[in-house]
């Protein structure tokens, strides 16, 4: 029922009580409100297992039995309160227990001996102590609404961070929730070899964006054989790399309706180097360049040069800075100073760079050379990230995922649960509408799942259901029509099923007819509904 409100009109628990009235077959009646957020804890404790059967039964409805292509993304969300988990006390509920498991560990590994711990077992003041509770405080699992940079922007407010994992057809595979202010490069090691417990994932490719990219993440894929695609930022090349990139020898070019839009050269056993030389991993890199991406990069920068000066002459202050606006903002100290003007040597060279892109690629150690990806599908491999940001952004203004009215760190994470249960069916009714070769949006499938209302009426001494469906919106997409081609077009319209039709076909129903008694109703939804439990109590003394 949390789930399929989260669809229709999401909204916080207390709202979905006081909801539960408004549907046939009364699905949670009986139920009090304290069971609710109970139900939380409950489904934070049986996550795992319920993201397994979840994945199970995506794969028969697919007929495949493991992903070839892992999307990997980082998202957060905010809370509507002043305070984080910090500033009042609140420790995530299981930390103990998390604290004793890393305890145990650090005496079985020799990290910790007896002499750290006195006879109640607990840590006594030492060099060891110490140095492990800074460890256990870079791991960031003692709170969990914490500050941190927002995607969104809302840097006023505590947040939690969220990993998501999808397949090619952009539903859920699993996620990982992360304090507000955990570093996105260090939870992928945690998340990934999750997963790869979890489901036995091997021999399939990562794929994430720069953000992610590191040497250390790239050597972690490989070590849990991993292959992976990442955007490489062509700011960081090496000298010789960049030449060769703005080289126009070796280049294959991109043409679409005859005319070249782009183009891309494949540079053969590329070193990705790290931190430390153990980390340097050999890949092949992907160099592309975009008209279109190039005359885009050239107008941002232009806007900044325009928001630079503008912040000259207002006599603001700006730290030293290598991305967004003030990178190209001159300043006289390595501190926060005045603008001085435009750096146009800096404003010169990421012109140069405009248009330009690079991925960076390899396949999983001791895979079969026929699932590697071809050099030329890479770019739109990785173009298929877009599906996670597309995830994103359905959690979060279909689906009600933030701002978060609980604040439990259960609670937090089974309500996390509920959303991403809720993508996932909306995500497997749009691949199978796709594949009946009737796609529609996912706003196409909430507004056509609210439309199925019906109003119980007595006739007779027999209890009938009349469908009254809110009317869509018939002028979308046409509103430049006028009011006899809207009339021609609609016409033609009539003739065709509509989208709640199509959804009911599309899952194997038959759409009921206009007026139709229980018997029917139930057969039309799959369901057997008498007149006892078809009608929420509250509102049978209405007939």
């Not at 699992?141 to 990993?163: N, Q, T, V, W």
């Not at 890479?378 to 995830?391: D, F, G, T, V, W």
């Not at 203004?397 to 994470?413: A, C, D, E, Q, T």
């Not at 899952?507 to 039309?524: D, Q, S, T």
Request: with cysteine.
């Amino acid at each position: 029922y949390l789930c399929f409100l989260k669809i229709l009109d999401p909204h916080s628990v207390f709202y979905s009580f006081g909801d539960q009235d408004g549907f046939l077959g009364a699905p949670v009646q009986g139920i009090g409100l304290d069971s609710y957020y109970n139900s939380y804890d409950y489904l934070f404790e049986h996550k795992d297992s319920i993201m397994r059967f979840f994945n199970r039964s995506v794969n028969k409805q697919l007929g495949k039995t493991k992903a070839t292509l892992i999307f990997y993304d980082v998202t957060n969300v905010y809370f509507e309160t002043a305070l984080s988990d910090l500033e009042c006390g609140r420790q995530q509920i299981d930390f103990q227990d998390r604290l004793q498991q890393e305890l145990e560990l650090a005496y079985e590994s020799g990290e910790l001996d007896s002499s750290c711990f006195d006879d109640e077992g607990r840590l006594r003041p030492c060099p060891k102590a110490d140095d492990f509770i800074k460890k256990i405080q870079e791991q960031k699992i003692e709170y969990l609404r914490m500050r941190g940079p927002s995607k969104e922007h809302r840097f006023d407010l505590p947040l939690a961070s969220i990993a998501l994992v999808i397949n090619e057809e952009g539903i859920p595979i699993d996620f990982y929730v992360y304090a507000g202010n955990a570093s996105e490069f260090k939870t992928m090691s945690s998340s990934i070899e999750s997963l790869k417990q979890k489901y036995n994932v091997k021999e399939s490719i990562v794929v994430a964006d720069r953000g992610l990219n590191s040497a250390a993440n790239i050597k972690m894929l490989q070590t849990n054989d991993l292959g992976f695609l990442m955007a490489q930022k062509v700011s960081n090349l090496d000298q010789k790399t960049t030449k060769a990139m703005f080289d126009p020898e070796g280049y294959v070019p991109i043409i679409r309706q005859g005319e070249e839009i782009g183009r891309f050269k494949v540079i053969k056993d590329w070193v990705k180097k790290g931190k430390v030389k153990e980390e340097d991993t050999h890949c092949t890199l992907v160099l592309t360049f975009d008209k279109k991406r190039q005359k885009r990069d050239l107008a941002v920068l232009e806007v900044w040069k325009e928001l630079v000066l503008k912040k000259q002459a207002q006599g603001i202050k700006v730290k030293p800075k290598r991305s967004g606006w003030a990178c190209i903002a001159k300043t006289s100290e390595k501190v926060e100073a005045k603008i001085e003007g435009v750096d146009e040597e800096v404003l010169e060279a990421k012109r140069r760079l405009a248009g330009y892109a690079a991925l960076i690629y390899k396949n999983a150690p001791d895979c079969v050379e026929q699932s590697a990806l071809p050099d030329g599908h890479l770019a739109a491999a990785y173009h298929e990230l877009n599906q996670i940001e597309s995830c994103f952004r359905v959690m979060k203004s279909h689906l009600g995922l933030r701002p978060m009215y609980v604040r439990n760190s259960n609670h937090i994470k089974g309500h996390i649960l509920i959303c991403v249960i809720a993508l996932g069916i909306l995500k497997l009714l749009q691949w199978k509408l796709k594949e009946a070769r009737t796609p529609l949006s996912i706003s196409e499938i909430v507004r056509a799942l609210n439309s199925a209302t019906t109003v119980p009426i007595k006739s007779a001494n027999e209890l009938m259901f009349l469908q009254c469906s809110r009317p869509q919106n018939i002028r979308k997409g046409l509103e430049r029509l006028t009011q006899e081609e809207l009339k021609a077009e609609l016409s033609g319209r009539r003739q065709q099923p509509s989208q709640l039709e199509i959804l009911f076909k599309t899952v194997g129903l038959v759409p009921p007819a206009r007026l139709v008694n229980i018997k029917e109703m139930g057969r039309c939804l799959g369901v057997r509904l008498t007149a006892e439990d078809s009608i929420p109590e509250l509102l049978k003394d209405m007939l």
